[in-house]
């Protein structure tokens, strides 16, 4: 069962350039998110999503983008990189409200 | 808008001790979770609390949530050296479970 997968789990970006940030779980959760964590900090929200088709912004959106067209994958989208845009970026998904959140690997990603 | 604060920040144990981490909320929040992650690693979800009074243990470790005081509390009892990773409380509010957490208590259990 491989539960949350995100791609890649390492990236160097100069700035300007632009990236997506692959998500994909297959527990069939309707709930979706991705967080960043920038060092020695808790996580801020970005996006999420409470089924396909549906998005709505977190506490930190701008800079960023996202799609949801299955059920499966909700992809993060940097169409500009800055150097403040440095961090580690989770995805996320939950079955239900109440129940517990299931965290991919990570992202790594350095804007240089 | 909710806002969560964790003390104490870092935590240096001995083997054996317990210990408290204490997680304050500023608003009312629907349900209090507690996440661990060691270094260099993902969140790993050790408790959800739904409801006022709520207790769960696992192992070495316990969690409690008075929804009246706005506080959760992670107690760790005799502590162990594979205890030592940063723990997260995350409340959340609304329908989509959106979380907000705290800045993290880094624990270390010495030897």
């Known amino acids: 069962n491989a539960g949350v997968t995100q791609t890649p789990k390492f990236r160097i970006l100069k700035i300007g350039q632009s990236m997506t940030l692959q998500c994909t779980q297959d527990?069939?959760?309707?709930?979706m998110y991705w967080y960043r964590q920038d060092p020695g900090m808790g996580l801020k929200l970005i996006y999420y999503?409470?089924?396909?088709?549906?998005?709505d912004k977190g506490e930190v959106p701008n800079g960023y983008n996202v799609s949801r067209s299955t059920t499966e994958d909700f992809p993060l989208r940097l169409e500009l990189a800055a150097p403040s845009q440095t961090s580690v970026y989770f995805c996320?998904?939950?079955?239900?409200?109440?129940?517990?959140?299931?965290f991919g690997q990570g992202t790594r990603l350095t804007v240089v | 808008e909710l806002k969560v604060e964790q003390n104490p920040l870092f935590l240096s144990m001995q083997e054996g001790k317990n210990y408290t981490i204490y997680c304050n909320y500023s608003?009312?929040?629907?349900?209090l979770y507690w996440y661990r992650q060691d270094p260099g690693k993902s969140l790993e979800s050790l408790f959800v609390l739904l409801s006022n009074g709520a207790v769960k243990q696992e192992g070495r470790l316990m969690a409690s949530l008075d929804t009246k005081a706005r506080l959760s509390t992670l107690h760790i009892t005799a502590a162990v050296h594979d205890l030592s990773a940063t723990y997260f409380c995350?409340?959340?509010?609304?329908?989509?479970?959106?979380?907000?957490f705290g800045t993290g208590t880094r624990l270390q259990v010495t030897l």
């Open positions: 996320a998904s939950s079955q239900t409200p109440g129940t517990e959140a299931f």
């Open positions: 999503s409470v089924g396909a088709g549906i998005t």
């Open positions: 995350a409340g959340s509010t609304g329908t989509a479970s959106k979380l907000t």
């Open positions: 527990m069939n959760h309707n709930y």
């Open positions: 608003t009312t929040s629907d349900r």
